[in-house]
Nanobody, 125 residues
Framework: QVPLVESGGGLVQAGGSLRLSCAVS????????MGWFRRAPGQEREFVAT????????YYVDPVKGRFTISRDNAKNTVYLQMNSLKPKDTAVYYC??????????????????WGQGTQVTVSS
């Protein structure tokens, strides 16, 4: 088992910011890419962002580019998602996940094998 524990969600007004954190244990964190996903009400879980093992490579889904920043601290076994200029359509449960195979940076759900419990982000208009 690889526990992932998220924190940082909440209620924020449109245009505001939130920072999500995800602490990982039970795996050599620095060897694995990390991802953030979200599930809006009535919709399937979708990819948001991923970061490579060193933190220098990142990739985002188009709707969040320029507003969200994924980062990681390998000394703390933690990945972050800084969310700025939030919009009501960003409202969702956000999940962090760790890649199934080492040294990969991927965007599909199936490429991740352990997930956090999810943290609710609600953006009011």
């Amino acid at each position: 088992q690889v526990p992932l524990v998220e924190s940082g969600g909440g209620l924020v007004q449109a245009g505001g910011s939130l920072r999500l954190s995800c602490a990982v244990s039970g795996r050599t964190f620095c060897d694995y890419g990390m991802g953030w996903f979200r599930r809006a009400p009535g919709q399937e879980r979708e990819f948001v962002a991923t970061v490579g093992t060193s933190g220098t490579r990142t990739y985002y889904v188009d709707p969040v580019k320029g507003r969200f920043t994924i980062s990681r601290d390998n000394a703390k076994n933690t990945v972050y998602l800084q969310m700025n200029s939030l919009k009501p359509k960003d409202t969702a449960v956000y999940y962090c996940a760790i890649a199934r195979w080492p040294r990969t940076m991927v965007t599909s759900n199936s490429a991740y094998d352990y997930w956090g419990q999810g943290t609710q982000v609600t953006v009011s208009s």
